[in-house]
């Protein structure tokens, strides 16, 4: 189910309490833009990984997981250049999540919250991420770049009861396996959350698959496209909240 915040952390105007209550009402309608957001946010994901992974430092920026374990090899080798480089990496994931976090608060889904703001911000470092590409300097570029993914992946919500996480898929594909193994129990088959699960895969993928076929040609500037998409997409979202907002503060009563 989609909830929002039950307990908001500044007083709200008239306006905005309908709005709120509009969007209650008609959470379900709007279901599909949510899981339309999320394909999104995912396919952003994997064209930026692949570009880390493509290029010199061949590093993955939209998860930490083999970062942490490349991280355990070099301390064992007493290789300490290798250590400060992946300890910033990991600190610069951390640092995205931690101003998602901050700007967002609760996990639950909540118009109130700038989530147009972080998506600004995020086409804003894989800009700079790029510029980095372009000068040969790829440690500072992964460095931003793992900024932006860690402050992708704090925007999580709640859609359908299912936490949704967008820059990596192990989550993702464990969710996909229990359910799967719920059905063959014989127990209720959860649709909307299948198919967020599937959707968030598939973007993924088709992320990976175009950055892999424009790479060869295009090299790390793939990510001034997906860069330009973010700040389409962030500067489209306050725009379609101030007017859904605005048009319910003309409605009398």
């Not at 992708?152 to 990596?168: L, Y």
């Not at 998409?229 to 859904?244: A, E, I, N, P, T």
Request: positive net charge.
């Amino acid at each position: 189910m989609l909830l929002l915040s039950p307990n908001p952390p500044k007083p709200i105007g008239p306006a905005l309490k309908a709005f709120l209550h509009w969007l209650m009402v008609n959470r379900w309608k709007y279901y599909p833009a949510a899981l339309l957001g999320a394909v999104f946010l995912a396919g952003i994901a994997g064209a930026v990984n692949l570009v880390g992974l493509l290029s010199v430092s061949r590093a993955a920026t939209s998860h930490m997981t083999g970062t942490v374990t490349t991280l355990s090899i070099a301390i064992a080798d007493a290789t300490f250049s290798e250590v400060q480089r992946l300890s910033i990496l990991l600190l610069a994931f951390c640092s995205g999540a931690t101003v998602s976090g901050f700007a967002t608060g609760s996990s639950r889904l909540d118009f109130r919250k700038r989530y147009g703001f972080l998506m600004l911000i995020e086409g804003a470092l894989l800009l700079i991420g790029e510029q980095f590409y372009a000068t040969a300097r790829p440690v500072y570029a992964e460095w931003f770049t793992a900024i932006a993914c860690g402050l992708q992946n704090g925007m999580v919500t709640t859609i359908s009861g299912a936490i949704v996480r967008t820059t990596h898929l192990t989550g993702i594909v464990t969710d996909l396996g229990v359910q799967f193994g719920r059905i063959l129990r014989g127990e209720e088959w959860q649709l909307r959350r299948m198919l967020l699960h599937a959707g968030i895969f598939l973007g993924f993928l088709a992320g990976g698959i175009l950055g892999a076929l424009a790479y060869p040609d295009y090299g790390p500037r793939i990510l001034i496209p997906v860069s330009v998409l973010l700040l389409c997409v962030g500067c489209s979202y306050f725009l379609l909240r101030s007017y859904f907002i605005g048009r319910l503060s003309r409605r009398p009563g």
